[in-house]
Nanobody
Framework: QVQLVESGGGEVQAGGSLRLSCAAS????????MGWYRQAPGKQRELVAT???????NYLDSAKGRFTISRDNAKNTVYLQMNSLKPDDTAVYYC??????????????????WGKGTLVTVSS
């Protein structure tokens, strides 16, 4: 069974940095697409950053130039480096992975999973 565990959230002052991690465990053959989303209180969940299997990235306009999505395939871990944080970045951040897993009876299987979220609070 594949699970995602996020870490790295916390409280930081405006202008500071945090690096979020999302570690996937299970019979993972390959991480295909990956993404970070966030949901602020009273708001809908929004895309922050994604990267396709081909390496194409997409960022929320307000995150461009400040946030960077990356991965370590050997560790089945994806990251979101967040610099120059602003109070408006305060939210619960979720990772989302599209994975290829190995199933004994099926072989390779494509699935997607969400993490449970990690809270980022940016104080002014």
């Amino acid at each position: 069974q594949v699970q995602l565990v996020e870490s790295g959230g916390g409280e930081v002052q405006a202008g500071g940095s945090l690096r979020l991690s999302c570690a996937a465990s299970g019979n993972i053959f390959r991480i295909n697409e990956m993404g970070w989303y966030r949901q602020a209180p009273g708001k809908q969940r929004e895309l922050v950053a994604t990267e396709t299997s081909g390496g194409r990235t997409n960022y929320l306009d307000s995150a461009k130039g400040r946030f960077t999505i990356s991965r370590d395939n050997a560790k089945n871990t994806v990251y979101l480096q967040m610099n120059s944080l602003k109070p408006d970045d305060t939210a619960v951040y979720y990772c989302h992975l599209a994975l290829t897993v190995l199933s004994g009876s099926i072989g390779e299987q494509d699935i997607d999973r969400w993490g449970k979220g990690t809270l980022v609070t940016v104080s002014s």
